[in-house]
């Protein structure tokens, strides 16, 4: 069987610390292509599991007939809810999903029974000859007439809702896709011990244990689970899609059980970024300062809550953006509805909020006759400022510096008379007669970590002993390597904080306790956190000697630590009022554009942005974090939707789900700065999500300026430009 056995680096301590660009210890193999993904997992006498799904949105299911598949040469099982040994509900918040459906389908896609076979297109054909009656319904597939309601969170503080200048909007935002090239797989192999070992690409091992071990009738000790290798995730990978499938038909068949989604599958297996509908309406002095904002954030759940509960709170908190406003009234909705699953997605309920206020910024600024970044500066939070929900910024927030310090980035040059460098140029449609240049800013604010009480921590073990007479390190913890380089940053700490060469990182499993989720930009922070702690205790033990003399007076020294953030509290249901965040962290965005407004093709000629991480931990991961975060931006900005109609998806498909490429990524212009958090280990904030966010409205905002246009929804289609031209 292929899996990752740790990862091994002896280097120098000094150079490949803290603060250095350290090795990546996958680079090689995942540029090589020798990297063991998930999907590559084999063990010598497997079968292949695939999953029936359903082709309604909303439908009672009335008869289930397995025979047709069963009676296929080489089908081993086929399994209904009927056959779920254990609770047949599962969720990350609350239990509304079911394994397998039991009376009725909510969504398109949602699996309905499951086939093992000898292989893998035997175990899809014997699934498509399954005979389902079903009772087709009505959908509910707008969100504005949804009845069932997953949270409403308002925010309300102030009395004062008139001034000088108003300005409204309304906007919408499209379901986006994390859009990973790994798809969900992983390998079941039932045990001695009656449990199941499961070897799966996660984000957060073991809330995938305790969600397993009820379905599967079994105890959480025995359903373990070790991290194989991750073709992305970015919040996708929170919820569960095959995990418990592949389990089940492992322990039916005492044989493993591996399952590898198809494209197409995967779209319909792992919820998507919340669609959303916003309504703002922004109060000022005619010299541009806030004195109220009234919003009405609606969210599509989907048909199952997930995380929609936290993603509304987000976006309820954090609705106003990075501004010291003393009046505010949001209304934060999260809805049921027959549209595909909807959870977390890098950015996780801030994104949807920042694109609306931050166009509403910028019309701020027309009607107060000011420059965008003026009408920013004048509003923007510092150190000591209060959000919306009360909770004090307590620790630095330069905004108005980060903000005049993106102004000054000189502008690129214009594209002059090389095609290649116009929109479409390549293809011949123009010759710059049609092409029009915008500048466009974008400002975004993100908690870091989980909030509203959530205990949040992570665990890690350390060993130090000999090995061959030299100094060796192992650490050990759960945390999901998604490809953000935590595993790089846990051996930078080992060897800063104990001044040893040789660490290895081992492979993540349920063995060691919990590390919390990869997501919420919060790893480095909470592992990062217990890692350092756990290492600080070793050296501890090391009485003031080198690792070295120390570990030969005292044989192999190990310590386990737990590392949690300070508390965060729920906000109030009524007020919204609350400390809910551990850390917030900025960035902001300048984005230039071209934009042939009779075709509406629009090309992204540069990308500044400027972010404040704190501490730099690893320089070139870093700035990887910020060009892949603003490309994802960009992404819905332009060109990522999944197309929902009378919910069904029509286009579940990277031929038809366009994402950013290299060629549609401009060059990138990055100023970091380093004001460190006091509360943080080494003084560091979560940089991975904040890029995501500016760097979407400053991007609508550079089209705009090019256009003339208003255009209220991303992502911005070559329609809304060209027959608004064509109109015009």
């Known amino acids: 069987m292929t899996e990752l056995e740790g990862w091994t680096e002896t280097a120098s301590s000094l150079e490949q610390g803290i603060g250095r660009s350290a090795r990546r210890p996958d680079a090689v193999l995942k540029v090589t292509g020798e990297f063991a993904y998930a ?307 890098r950015g996780f309920g801030a994104v949807q909020a920042c694109y609306a206020y931050e166009s509403q910024m910028d019309r701020l600024a027309e009607a107060c006759g000011l420059s965008p970044v003026e009408v920013r500066v004048r509003n923007a939070v510092s150190q000591g400022s209060a959000l919306i929900t009360g909770q004090v910024i307590d620790s630095p927030a330069p905004l108005a510096d980060m903000l005049r310090e993106l102004e000054s980035f000189p502008l690129p040059p214009p594209s002059g008379d090389d095609l290649r460098a116009l929109p479409g140029g390549v293809s011949q449609t123009t010759h710059g007669e049609s092409v029009r240049r915008g500048v466009g800013y974008g400002v975004g604010i993100k908690n870091i970590c989980f909030s509203e009480g959530f205990d949040d921590y992570s665990t890690a073990r350390v060993r130090a002993e000999l090995v061959n ?12 390597e998604v490809g953000q380089g935590v595993v790089t940053v846990q051996a930078q700490i080992a060897r800063t904080e104990l001044g040893v060469d040789q660490v290895t990182v081992a492979t993540a499993d349920t063995s060691v306790g919990s590390a919390g989720s990869s997501s919420a930009s919060r790893q480095s922070y909470v592992t990062g956190g217990a890692v350092k702690a756990a290492c600080e205790a070793v050296r501890e033990r090391f009485g003031g000697l080198p690792a070295r003399e120390a570990l030969a007076r005292t044989g192999p020294i190990e310590e386990t630590r737990e590392f949690r953030h300070r508390p965060t509290f729920p906000l109030d249901p009524v007020t919204g009022q609350g400390d809910s965040h551990t850390q917030l962290a900025l960035c902001v965005h300048r984005a230039v554009v071209d934009v042939d407004v009779e075709l509406g093709l629009v090309k992204v000629v540069e990308l500044v942005a400027v972010q404040d991480v704190g501490r730099i931990l690893n320089p070139q991961a870093l700035e990887g974090q910020i060009h892949g975060g603003s490309a994802q931006g960009l992404g819905l900005a332009l060109m990522e939707e999944i197309q929902v109609r009378d919910g069904k998806v029509l286009n579940p498909s990277f031929t038809d789900y366009l994402i950013p490429t290299i060629l549609d990524m401009p060059p990138m212009k990055l100023k970091i700065l380093e004001n460190p958090d006091p509360y943080a280990p080494y003084g560091l904030r979560g940089a991975g999500e904040p890029p995501t966010l500016s760097s979407t409205p400053a991007i609508a905002a550079a089209v705009r300026a090019a256009t003339g246009l208003r255009l209220t929804r991303v992502p911005i289609r070559p329609e809304d430009i060209a027959l608004a031209h064509t109109v015009d």
């Open 39 to 345: 999907s590559d997992l084999w063990l010598e006498g497997m079968v292949w599991g695939a999953t029936l799904r359903s082709p309604h949105p909303s439908a009672w299911i009335r008869s289930i007939d397995v025979g047709p598949a069963l009676a296929m040469p080489g089908v081993r099982a086929v399994l209904t809810h009927e056959d779920v040994p254990g609770e047949k509900f599962y969720g990350l918040e609350h239990k509304d999903q079911p394994v397998l459906a039991v009376d009725q389908v909510r969504y398109q896609g949602e699996p309905v029974a499951l086939v093992a076979a000898d292989h893998p297109e035997t175990a899809r054909r014997a699934a498509d000859a399954i005979v389902v009656g079903y009772e087709v319904r009505e959908a509910v597939t707008d969100p504005r007439l949804a009845t069932e309601v997953v949270r409403h969170q308002p925010v309300r503080t102030g009395e004062v809702f008139e001034a000088e200048v108003v300005v409204t909007g309304e906007y919408e935002v499209g379901m986006q896709d994390q859009a990973f090239l790994g798809p969900e797989s992983g390998l079941a192999v039932p045990a001695e011990d009656g449990g199941v070992d499961l070897y799966i690409a996660t984000q957060w091992l073991h809330v995938d244990r305790d969600q397993l071990a009820p379905c599967l009738g079994l105890p959480p000790e025995k359903v373990r689970l070790t991290l194989s290798g991750v073709g992305g995730a970015f919040g996708a990978r929170e919820d569960l899609s095959m995990q418990v499938h592949a389990c089940m038909l492992a322990l039916r068949l005492n044989r493993p059980v591996k399952i590898v989604y198809g494209r197409e599958e995967s779209f319909f297996g792992h919820v998507h970024r919340h669609p959303a509908r916003l309504r703002y309406e922004h109060g000022a002095t005619r010299d541009g300062r806030l004195v109220y904002v009234k919003a009405d954030i609606l969210l599509d759940g989907g048909a199952y809550c997930s995380s929609s509960p936290a993603v509304v709170g987000n976006a309820a908190s954090l609705g106003v953006g990075p501004y010291e406003v003393p009046n505010v009234l949001v209304e934060a909705t999260g809805v049921y509805t027959n549209n595909p699953p909807c959870g977390a997605m």
């Open 469 to 480: 007479g030299e100094p060796h390190v192992t650490v050990h913890t759960a945390a999901a």
